[in-house]
């Protein structure tokens, strides 16, 4: 099924405004089974939207529109979408006492601009706004199915997830065979992924896969071949197996799910906790790990320690093991990481001690160089790594998933002889 996006408004046109919510509206979209064939950006220009309206609807089934419902005279959506099919504008007596409802909850009289966002096209599916003023709505424009959202991304995402998901499966018979699969893996740059799955084509002749760097993880994602396929389950499985056998301990999820998500469920399912002593890395690792709701089930306790002085006064790392061997080597980082899961009584604690750069390298310990260690009930194990990069978020990124990685290995237990 081709879809396509269409962003509205000239402060996006411009560059004033970045343009976050067609990103989002493709990815859910392609989870759909659609295939986005274009984004479109265009100012608040009514002949201009009136035009390409009837533009995309001879070339997409499915459009989803942003931008362009509110309540000032540059707000033009309404207006286009009802120009480029011959409508009148009609109010919608339900969706103007919403309006006047959530100004009044607010202690506030409906400014008279407020009334145009009653306005729709006649004979259009409204699609109720529950946090904003802003209601949207469905219209099929010359055979294509427009979908009309606000700008606002808290209430677009709403929306779509409430309202315009379900309407898509329901209209076009959308089905879990039909969906994308989205696979994460870690440890592989982009072509060494490709590389590594070369002939999968051969073997799954209907199937395509595509790849999207999302630093420092590679996603791969299974589509149908063409957009009128569907894959059956079976096929779809054995590409999987498949996958798993030539990906090995690269792969993290089939879910498309990160590594920190990945790890809070591992330690779930364990009844397993969590510390981290954090240098080089600044309280990323604590960060990543306390994004994830639920995240309290697992992580106990975070320390950023940035000196030698801190190293030692709160994690215990002794004075002798800082002058003899430095504050980035494995045998700190091995004593950071026995010193927090000490503090912290926690089942597991990572550590890391490193230099980000893009200053303070040496021969012998470049920038890119990290330790990483990770103590647990069994031993302490700690490795030092040097990653390519001279750039100081980078580093940081690639050295806190590594991290990540390292415990997710270990709660997955041994792993099978397999290229690594």
Known sequence: MKAEILATGDELRSGALIDTNSAWI??????????????????????????????????????????????????????????????????????????????????????????????????????????????GFRLEINGGLFFFLPGVPAEMKMMFSEQVAPAIVRLTHACAACQTTTLTTFGLGESAVEERLAGFNLEFPDIRLGY?????????????????????????????????????????????????????????????????????????????????????DYFLFGAVTYSNQAKEKILGVKPEILAGWGAVHEKTAAAMAEGVRSLSEATYAL?????????GGSPDKPVGSVCIALAGPRNTQSKRYIFPFNDRLMNKKIFAAQALNRLRLELNGPQPTTRA
């Open 26 to 135: 493709a990815r859910e979209l392609e989870n759909l089974g659609c295939m986005i064939t274009r984004h479109t950006c265009i100012g608040d220009d009514l002949d201009g939207l009136t035009q390409v309206f009837l533009e995309i609807s001879a070339r997409a089934a499915i459009v989803i529109v942003t931008g362009g419902l509110g309540p000032t005279l540059d707000d033009l959506s309404r207006d286009a979408a009802a120009r480029a099919c011959g409508l009148e504008l009609v109010n919608d007596p339900e969706s103007l006492e919403k309006i006047k409802s959530f100004f009044h909850a607010r202690g506030r009289e409906m400014p008279p601009n407020n009334l145009r966002q009653a306005l729709f096209p006649a004979g259009a599916v409204i699609l109720p706004n529950p946090i904003g003023t802003a209601p």
């Open 351 to 359: 550590a890391t001690t490193g230099i980000a750069g893009p200053n």
């Open 212 to 296: 999207r760097a999302a630093f420092p993880e590679v996603q791969i994602k299974l589509y149908p071949q063409t957009v009128k396929q569907t894959l059956p389950a079976r096929e779809t499985e054995r590409a999987l197996a498949w996958l798993r056998l030539k990906l090995g301990p690269k792969l993290v999820c089939e879910r498309g799910r990160s590594l920190a998500e990945v790890v809070g469920d591992l330690l779930r399912k364990q009844k397993a906790t969590l510390a981290v002593a954090e240098s080089c890395t600044g309280g990323l690792l604590a960060s990543l790990l306390t994004d994830i709701p639920g995240s309290s």
